[in-house]
């Protein structure tokens, strides 16, 4: 059983940053690509960035070069560092685990707002 536990959400002003973190327990961590998803209001849940095993990253065109995915195996952890942050970036970040199956976190709210 795997269990994903997001935090670091918040209000921050645009341009700000934030940094979210995901703690997954179980142990297959180690061999599992992870990722950052996010869902706006009365929007679909969308792609933000994807880390594989190897530490190789995919990011949403939006957020590339503002955005930075990582993982610590050591910790059972995947980050997400965020900048420059924009009000339409506003949305419930979920943190994803894909190891055959597909495994989410409840999620943390970001708000972008001056």
């Known amino acids: 059983q795997v269990q994903l536990v997001e935090s670091g959400g918040g209000l921050v002003q645009p341009g700000g940053s934030l940094r979210l973190s995901c703690a997954a327990s179980?142990?297959?961590?180690?061999?599992?690509?992870l990722g950052w998803y996010r869902q706006a209001p009365g929007k679909e849940r969308e792609l933000v960035a994807t880390?594989?095993?190897?530490?190789?990253?995919n990011y949403a065109d939006s957020v590339k070069g503002r955005f930075t995915i990582s993982r610590d195996n050591a910790k059972n952890t995947v980050y997400l560092q965020m900048n420059s942050l924009k009000p339409e970036e506003t949305a419930v970040y979920y943190c994803?685990?894909?190891?055959?199956?597909?495994?989410w976190g409840k999620g943390t709210l970001v708000t972008v707002s001056s």
């Open positions: 179980g142990s297959i961590f180690r061999i599992a690509a």
């Open positions: 994803n685990l894909n190891s055959m199956l597909n495994y």
């Open positions: 880390i594989t095993v190897a530490g190789n990253t």
